[in-house]
């Protein structure tokens, strides 16, 4: 297990590094750095001006060394300051970072509570009215696109209902209850979405298993119903399902750009995006390459979790 | 428990739950009109004087002398103020100081530079109870850390070239102080780009390090710090890319704002912005950074009895660049076709109702300077076919004029992607320039790389659409003098995107320039617009209103139409 572990962080650490360069490459390619964009604002800026401000920002060097500079500061612990926010990288990022979470967390937990029982209903009743009525729902879920879900929300509930803020976010002191109140409907259009796909992942997961051989034999043994879906054929049916839910793991730190966008919500999909239409380097980089190695650890629990789901799966090379 | 007895459990224990969910739910609930400010207070008589804004935009950085950001100077104008601004009637006047210096009151003395060249020193007094938020005294020693700091290249500065200008800052005690400018120009007096800095604070960490001073300096750092701030307001929270929050500042010297807490909110999405000043999350859209004209007319449409909607024009000049360097575009005649072949007054009507007014050349006709004595082009099908004819293209095939040489009368236009009125407004122009046999082909592009490389490189072949925002009398020397046009030599510098080069264009540009008094500056203005309309190195098209969604309640908000936001003037703004 310890190797296994070994193993997978050493593969982690290469594809980090392979992906920071991928990631700074992609970024210096694109047309138009930050001085650009202030000459074409600036009617005053002349070219020793111009050529001054590149120097400054180091964005005179070629690409290659520019990377270069920005790993060694970075494997010195100095992530660099961001070009539009003027702070020092973390500073800007972990907030947005920590708001990401609060949200995309309680949205995934809500989804997983919901779906998986939801799926597993279905499954266990399959074309009954419960089932068909499920599908609808799941359906719906992965069709509706999150912009209208989001604007349908806030119409009903803030602009007719008034009951809750049209989005933002609650002040920095503000009580469990108003925090509460911004978040109810960025959570809602979240997990609406993620319940549509975790719920038939998990239905058509549960109609597998509930095929099986030992799932029979239960039925046999004269097990009832609810204790055969419910003790013995979710847990196996929870393995892909788990799969999906590692790899959205990284999403919970990246954010949801779209649905931050309509509710103001400053967390991370709308940083990586201003930060990257902004030109600012430093900031997209890091950001980018925390949402990568969330998703690479995201990927090493859901291999932890099929071991503990399935003691046919020893991980790190054992007999089976 | 039977099996049925354990299901009624769940059934009891899901009902309670969303019992509780909807109690919550209902705690939160309240006056629909009431603003619920971040920090939950929704008390109706303390609402009365909170006031909540929305914009579009986010200020990166609150430094009021590194970079250049709308969304900055909105929010930067409740609490900072520059040393002179433009006012409403679009006059230069004094903001922190006590006297517009000039000539007439001797308070700006024409003098030989260091190297024998004409130039000018111009004295400032700042007002006597201007203080910092923190209370303490604003003074000279402020304004010179703001000089150090601009003349310091490695702080990028946003107005480099104004510092430069500025060869020498002289202090005469704690209020007075003069600046000597190396070169004479009309607007020797304005200064409207240099915001005191609070040398209490800030000078410890410029000299620490100027180099890492634009990433330490504590408008980053710790926004709000009272020091840091001396308008009506200061501010008191800031919530990165979401929202700032202003409270009074109790040092203010000036005539006291009505309002307690202002919050202004960002938000991009300009639908959800809809949605929140609907709901009443948000009390009013700032115009400087809010619903696009076609937006506005639209919810005008749906909700304007409820609001009070506003459209200021101003010097937002929407146009076409041409890329002079195309064949087919350097024939003067075939410009001339074109624009007499939009109907640019029924794209008004049509698409903007009324409130974007045609623009006839570069300079607002709200503007002093504004002659009245240029050729204008009203939509003349015949006429516009006439000049492509005399120009040559007279074979039409397909819809398409062609000339002697079988060429098309192709031109391709390019603009802002995502941009929905610019997007349409390409349409009914192609479709418009169709009826003439011109082949109008759009390609747009992302705002970043329209404006980073195309526009900037004259990589567009034909035709740019796009705004300019120009202060007023902002004489066009970026845009149209030779010296100006971006080279890969010069580093792509200058604005002058359609390369257009005339000795008497550049001649009345300087002549602009360097004339002080307005009466004898007005002929060269004059000269400007007229070359300006005959030559048509650009298309006019419109001069481009904000769109300010104000309550009924909301009094004292006025649009300036120019840089200066209308919270420059915030202390104005009450409930009644």
Redesign the interface.
């Known amino acids: 297990m310890r190797q296994f572990l070994l193993n997978r962080a050493l593969q982690s650490l290469v594809v980090i590094i392979i992906m920071s360069f991928v990631i700074y490459s992609l970024i210096g390619l694109?047309?138009?750095?930050p001085i650009?964009?202030?000459?074409?604002?600036?009617?005053?800026?002349?070219?020793s001006?111009?050529?001054?401000?590149r120097e400054?920002?180091g964005l005179d060097l070629p690409i290659y060394e520019r990377y270069w500079n920005w790993l060694g500061a970075a494997l010195s612990g100095d992530l660099g300051?961001s070009r539009?926010?003027?702070?020092?990288v973390l500073a800007?990022l972990l907030?947005?970072l920590k708001n990401s979470l609060i949200l995309m967390g309680t949205a995934f937990l809500l989804a997983v509570c919901i779906a998986i029982p939801l799926g597993t209903l279905a499954a266990s009743k399959p074309r009954s009215a419960v089932d068909y009525g499920v599908n609808l729902f799941a359906f719906a879920g992965i069709s509706i696109p999150s912009?209208w879900l989001?604007?349908m929300l806030?119409?009903v509930f803030?602009?007719f209902?008034?009951?809750?803020?049209?989005?933002?976010?609650?002040?920095?002191?503000?009580?469990l209850?108003?925090y509460?109140?911004y978040m109810?409907l960025p959570v809602a259009t979240i997990a609406t979405l993620s319940i549509g796909s975790y719920s038939r992942y998990t239905r058509s997961s549960m109609l597998e298993v509930l095929r099986q051989d030992y799932v029979r034999t239960a039925r046999a043994k004269g097990a009832?119903n609810s204790r055969v879906v419910w003790k013995h054929a979710l847990r196996n049916a929870m393995i892909p399902v788990v799969t999906i839910l590692a790899l959205d793991f990284g999403y919970l730190f990246s954010g949801a750009l779209v649905t931050e966008?309509?509710?103001?919500?400053?967390g991370m999909g709308?940083?990586i995006f201003?930060s990257v239409?902004?030109?600012d380097f430093n900031l997209a980089l890091v950001a980018l390459l925390f949402a990568t190695a969330l998703t690479l650890i995201g990927n090493l629990l859901a291999d932890i979790c099929y071991a503990l789901l399935d003691p046919r799966i020893v991980i790190g090379g054992g007999k089976a | 428990m039977s099996l049925s007895g354990a299901r009624l459990a769940i059934v009891r224990r899901t009902i309670l739950l969303l019992a509780t969910a909807l109690a919550l739910t209902a705690c939160g609930s309240g006056d629909n009109n009431a603003p619920i400010a971040p920090g939950g207070d929704t008390d109706a008589d303390q609402s009365l004087r909170q006031l909540t804004i929305g914009i579009t935009q986010y200020p990166s950085t609150m430094h009021p002398n590194i970079e250049n950001m709308v969304a900055k100077t909105y929010v930067r104008g409740m609490a900072a103020r520059a040393i002179t601004i433009f006012n409403h009637d679009w006059e230069l006047a004094c903001s922190l100081c006590t006297e517009l210096p000039t000539i007439e009151n001797g308070l700006a003395v024409l003098e030989d530079t260091p190297d024998g060249n004409p130039g000018i020193a111009v004295s400032y007094e700042l007002p006597a109870k201007a203080t910092w938020g923190d209370g303490t005294p604003l003074t000279t020693k402020d304004i010179v850390l703001a000089y150090d700091v601009g003349r310091d290249t490695t702080t990028g500065s946003n107005n480099i070239e104004m510092y430069r200008r500025i060869y020498k800052l002289e202090v005469h005690d704690d209020k007075r102080f003069t600046i000597h400018i190396d070169k004479v120009t009309f607007d020797y007096n304005g200064l409207g780009d240099l915001y005191p800095l609070p040398d209490h604070i800030e000078r410890e960490v410029f000299e620490a390090d100027p180099y890492e001073y634009r990433h330490r300096t504590q408008y980053n750092a710790n926004v709000t710090n009272p020091g840091l701030w001396f308008g009506p307001y200061l501010i008191s929270e800031a919530q990165q890319g979401s929202y700032l929050v202003m409270t009074r500042n109790p040092h203010w010297y000036g005539k006291a704002p009505y309002f307690d807490r202002i919050t202004v909110r960002a938000i991009q999405n300009t639908s959800a912005m809809e949605a929140n000043i609907l709901s009443g999350t948000i009390d009013m859209i700032g115009g400087e950074l809010g619903l696009q004209l076609d937006q506005a007319l639209a919810f005008e449409s749906r909700h304007g009895e409820k609001f009070n909607i506003v459209y200021k024009p101003g010097l937002q000049y929407e146009h076409i660049d041409v890329n002079l360097q195309n064949p087919i575009l350097a024939d003067k005649r075939v410009r001339k076709a074109l624009l007499y072949g939009m109907d640019r007054e029924q794209m008004n009507q049509r698409i903007f109702s009324g409130n974007q007014p045609v623009a006839d050349t570069s300079v607002s006709p709200l503007d002093k300077v504004a002659s009245d004595n240029i050729v204008k082009y009203g939509y003349d099908k015949d006429k516009a076919m006439a000049l492509l004819d005399e120009a040559g293209w007279t074979d039409m095939r397909d819809g398409v004029r062609h000339n002697a040489e079988g060429q098309p009368l192709k031109i391709e236009i390019m603009s802002t992607a995502g941009n929905k009125t610019r997007e349409l407004l390409e349409q009914v122009i192609q479709g418009q320039l169709k009826e003439i046999g011109v082949d109008l082909r759009i390609r747009n592009e992302a705002p970043r790389v329209f404006f980073g490389q195309t526009t900037r490189e004259r990589r567009f072949t034909g035709l740019a659409l796009f705004a300019w925002t120009s202060a007023p009398e902002n004489v066009p020397r970026s845009t149209l003098h030779s010296s100006e046009i971006p080279t890969a030599e010069n580093n792509y510098s200058g604005q002058n995107y359609t390369t257009i080069s005339m000795p008497e264009l550049d001649a009345a540009i300087e002549a602009v320039e360097k004339t002080l008094t307005l009466e004898e500056r007005l002929p060269y203005w004059e000269k400007i617009q007229q070359i300006y309309a005959e030559e048509l190195p650009v298309l006019p098209l419109f001069w481009r209103p904000n769109s300010f969604i104000l309550p009924h309640w909301l009094k004292g908000v006025r649009p300036t139409g120019h840089l200066n936001s209308s919270t420059d003037w915030v202390e104005e703004w009450r409930r009644e």
């Open positions: 694109m047309p138009g750095d650009d964009l202030m000459i074409s604002a600036n009617p005053n800026m002349t070219a001006d111009a050529a001054a401000l400054l920002y300051y539009l926010f003027g702070q020092p800007v907030p947005a912009f989001a604007l806030i119409i803030s602009v209902l008034g009951w809750l803020p049209a989005g933002g976010i609650a002040s920095n002191g503000a009580g209850l108003e509460v109140k109810v009832s966008t309509i509710f103001s919500w400053p709308k940083l201003d239409m902004g030109n």
